[in-house]
């Protein structure tokens, strides 16, 4: 297939496109680009011509998009998109002023925690910006980060990847939650014992429904039965909440759970080692200013939790 020589398009036509489809108006878009209506309108019979369509068609007081038009539109806002975002990242990233959309990967209790404090500051500082999360196996972390799917990742890595970075956020550890007047918690606590009997609730993203609780059981040689297992967090405080279930969840979200829900918690009757939260990014994007912004901002919300 023979490809276009871009060398014989001026591709500023392509602005001219954009202000078009935004504004619905040859006055309005030339008013936008700053330039005479007789520039806009020879502007827009150029564009007819190279894409061989009318276009945009006046209906009213519109020019309304073809059919044509709308499927070109896609592709080419995106491009300039991207375009804007290759230029501004050279110049430098202002937050107050940056459109620049930033992909975080993390799970349902780290959103949980740490989106709206974020969101908040993100408001504040750099409201144009757009956060997309984003769920992801740890095997292909690496990958993700540095094809720029993933601009950051959150989460525990006991082993990060090469050529990527790291920095500790918070320490977690896990606490137990049950019904509030659950018969097996006694004066706020509950033996090893019991706690093992008990049908459990477990929050996970991996396919065995299995965890460090188990294995730290088995050293006492006991068992539990995992009756529910769920992958999205924000299922388990209505259910332990109207059930006889118990859970282990990470502490940050238990006490967040018990202002939503009727449940109390206790410290699980194991002794449990905390866990590292970390922020990881790949060395393609240390100098990024964009990412970098990202990464403070991140750590500043994590310093209040």
């Known amino acids: 297939m023979k490809s276009i020589n871009l060398g014989t398009i001026d591709l500023n036509l392509l602005v001219t496109f954009e202000a078009l489809f935004e504004e619905r108006s040859v006055t309005a878009a030339a008013r936008r680009l700053y330039l005479g209506q007789p520039a806009m309108s020879a502007a827009l019979g150029r564009l007819r011509s190279l894409f061989e369509d009318e276009l945009f068609i006046r209906i009213g007081a519109k020019m309304e998009p073809t059919?044509?038009?709308?499927?070109?539109?896609?592709?080419?806002?995106?491009?300039?998109?991207?375009?804007?975002?290759?230029?501004?990242?050279?110049?430098?990233?202002?937050?107050?002023?940056?459109?620049?959309s930033f992909a975080i990967g993390n799970s349902d209790s780290v959103s949980y925690i740490l989106m709206p404090k974020l969101w908040e500051i993100c408001q504040q500082t750099a409201p144009g910006i757009n956060l997309r999360l984003m769920g992801f196996e740890k095997d292909n972390v690496k990958e993700m980060l540095e094809q720029g799917v993933l601009d950051v990742a959150l989460g525990v890595f006991p082993n990060?990847?090469?050529?990527?970075?790291?920095?500790?956020?918070f320490q977690e550890?896990?606490?137990?939650?049950?019904?509030?007047?659950?018969?097996?918690?006694?004066?706020?606590?509950?033996?090893?014992?019991?706690?093992?009997?008990?049908?459990?609730?477990?929050?996970?993203m991996r396919r065995d429904?299995?965890?460090?609780?188990?294995?730290?059981?088995?050293r006492y040689h006991l068992q539990r039965r995992v009756a529910l297992t769920i992958s999205h967090a924000l299922a388990i405080p209505e259910i332990v909440s109207k059930s006889d279930l118990v859970a282990a969840i990470p502490s940050r979200l238990a006490k967040s759970f018990i202002s939503l829900c009727p449940l109390q918690i206790f410290?699980?009757?194991?002794?449990?080692?905390?866990?590292?939260?970390?922020?990881?990014?790949?060395?393609?994007?240390?100098?990024?200013?964009?990412?970098?912004?990202l990464r403070q901002t991140i750590k500043i919300v994590c310093q209040a939790i």
């Not at 499927?71 to 620049?100: D, H, K, W, Y």
């Not at 990060?160 to 956020?169: F, G, N």
């Not at 018969?183 to 009997?197: K, N, Q, W």
């Not at 194991?270 to 964009?290: M, Q, R």
């Open 173 to 204: 550890r896990f606490i137990g939650i049950v019904r509030q007047g659950h018969p097996a918690l006694i004066d706020g606590s509950m033996s090893r014992e019991t706690f093992a009997s008990l049908p459990h609730a477990l929050f996970t």
């Open 267 to 293: 410290e699980v009757p194991l002794e449990i080692e905390p866990w590292t939260v970390s922020l990881l990014w790949s060395k393609l994007v240390d100098k990024d200013l964009a990412n970098f912004w």
């Open 209 to 218: 429904a299995t965890g460090e609780i188990d294995k730290l059981l088995a």
């Open 67 to 100: 059919s044509k038009c709308k499927a070109l539109a896609p592709g080419i806002l995106a491009a300039l998109q991207q375009i804007r975002q290759t230029i501004e990242f050279n110049r430098g990233f202002n937050p107050v002023s940056s459109q620049r």
């Open 160 to 169: 990060p990847p090469q050529q990527t970075s790291i920095e500790p956020l």
